[in-house]
Protein backbone atom coordinates (compact mmCIF):
# COMPACT_ATOMS: atom_id res chain seq x y z
CA UNK A 1 0.00 0.00 0.00
CA UNK A 2 1.36 3.70 -0.97
CA UNK A 3 1.90 6.15 1.32
CA UNK A 4 0.08 9.92 1.67
CA UNK A 5 0.67 12.75 3.51
CA UNK A 6 -2.82 15.17 4.37
CA UNK A 7 -1.59 18.48 4.70
CA UNK A 8 -3.30 21.81 4.56
CA UNK A 9 -0.96 24.38 2.86
CA UNK A 10 -2.22 27.38 4.19
CA UNK A 11 -2.76 26.31 7.27
CA UNK A 12 -1.15 23.90 9.85
CA UNK A 13 -2.94 20.64 11.07
CA UNK A 14 -3.23 20.93 14.84
CA UNK A 15 -2.90 18.67 17.10
CA UNK A 16 -5.97 18.84 19.27
CA UNK A 17 -7.79 18.77 15.68
CA UNK A 18 -5.60 14.93 14.96
CA UNK A 19 -6.50 14.14 18.41
CA UNK A 20 -10.64 14.71 18.01
CA UNK A 21 -10.39 12.53 14.35
CA UNK A 22 -8.32 9.56 16.42
CA UNK A 23 -11.55 9.30 18.57
CA UNK A 24 -14.17 9.57 16.18
CA UNK A 25 -13.17 7.17 13.54
CA UNK A 26 -13.92 3.34 14.55
CA UNK A 27 -10.75 2.25 12.39
CA UNK A 28 -8.46 4.76 14.18
CA UNK A 29 -6.80 3.57 17.62
CA UNK A 30 -4.11 5.82 19.44
CA UNK A 31 -0.44 4.80 19.86
CA UNK A 32 0.02 4.32 23.86
CA UNK A 33 3.65 5.42 24.96
CA UNK A 34 5.87 2.65 24.59
CA UNK A 35 9.37 1.87 26.89
CA UNK A 36 12.21 1.18 24.60
CA UNK A 37 15.63 0.05 25.49
CA UNK A 38 18.89 2.20 24.81
CA UNK A 39 20.85 -0.93 22.62
CA UNK A 40 23.97 0.88 23.81
CA UNK A 41 23.12 1.91 27.23
CA UNK A 42 20.92 -0.18 28.54
CA UNK A 43 18.91 2.97 29.40
CA UNK A 44 15.13 2.54 29.43
CA UNK A 45 13.83 5.46 27.32
CA UNK A 46 9.77 6.62 26.86
CA UNK A 47 8.57 6.77 23.11
CA UNK A 48 5.95 9.09 23.15
CA UNK A 49 2.64 7.71 21.38
CA UNK A 50 1.27 11.30 20.99
CA UNK A 51 -0.07 12.34 17.93
CA UNK A 52 0.23 8.84 16.33
CA UNK A 53 -2.62 6.49 15.41
CA UNK A 54 -2.96 3.44 14.33
CA UNK A 55 -4.86 2.26 11.20
CA UNK A 56 -7.09 -1.43 11.67
CA UNK A 57 -8.70 -3.29 9.59
CA UNK A 58 -11.49 -5.82 11.13
CA UNK A 59 -9.49 -4.66 14.18
CA UNK A 60 -5.98 -5.98 13.25
CA UNK A 61 -3.27 -3.39 13.18
CA UNK A 62 -2.29 -2.65 9.05
CA UNK A 63 -0.69 0.71 9.11
CA UNK A 64 0.09 3.89 10.68
CA UNK A 65 -0.57 7.82 10.60
CA UNK A 66 1.74 10.12 12.57
CA UNK A 67 1.43 13.49 12.85
CA UNK A 68 4.34 15.82 12.37
CA UNK A 69 5.51 19.33 11.84
CA UNK A 70 1.37 20.18 11.39
CA UNK A 71 1.03 17.21 8.32
CA UNK A 72 -0.36 13.94 8.51
CA UNK A 73 1.92 10.87 7.15
CA UNK A 74 -0.39 8.34 6.29
CA UNK A 75 1.53 4.71 5.58
CA UNK A 76 -0.17 1.46 4.77
CA UNK A 77 -3.95 3.52 5.09
CA UNK A 78 -6.01 2.81 2.20
CA UNK A 79 -6.78 6.32 0.18
CA UNK A 80 -10.45 6.18 0.91
CA UNK A 81 -9.32 6.86 4.80
CA UNK A 82 -6.88 9.59 3.84
CA UNK A 83 -9.66 11.15 1.83
CA UNK A 84 -12.00 10.75 5.10
CA UNK A 85 -9.35 12.46 7.35
CA UNK A 86 -8.62 15.22 4.32
CA UNK A 87 -12.42 16.55 4.44
CA UNK A 88 -13.12 16.63 7.52
CA UNK A 89 -9.93 18.82 8.31
CA UNK A 90 -10.44 20.51 5.32
CA UNK A 91 -7.54 19.56 3.64
CA UNK A 92 -5.91 17.92 0.59
CA UNK A 93 -3.98 14.65 0.39
CA UNK A 94 -1.18 13.06 -1.94
CA UNK A 95 0.81 9.78 -2.03
CA UNK A 96 4.44 10.30 -1.28
CA UNK A 97 7.84 8.64 -0.87
CA UNK A 98 8.82 8.17 2.46
CA UNK A 99 12.88 8.62 1.84
CA UNK A 100 12.98 7.85 5.98
CA UNK A 101 15.32 5.05 6.84
Same mark, same amino acid.
Given at each position: ??????? !? &?????? @? #????????? @??? *???? &?? !?????? /? $??????????? !???? *????? @?????? /?? #??? *?????? &? &?????????? *??????? /?? #??? $?
Amino acid at each position: MKNYKIT !R &PDDAIG @L #DEWNRIIES @LDC *LQAM &PD !RIMINP /F $TKEKMVASGEG !RAYY *LENGN @LVGAII /FE #DGE *LHASKV &P &PVVCEIISKR *LEAGYYE /FE #DDR $T
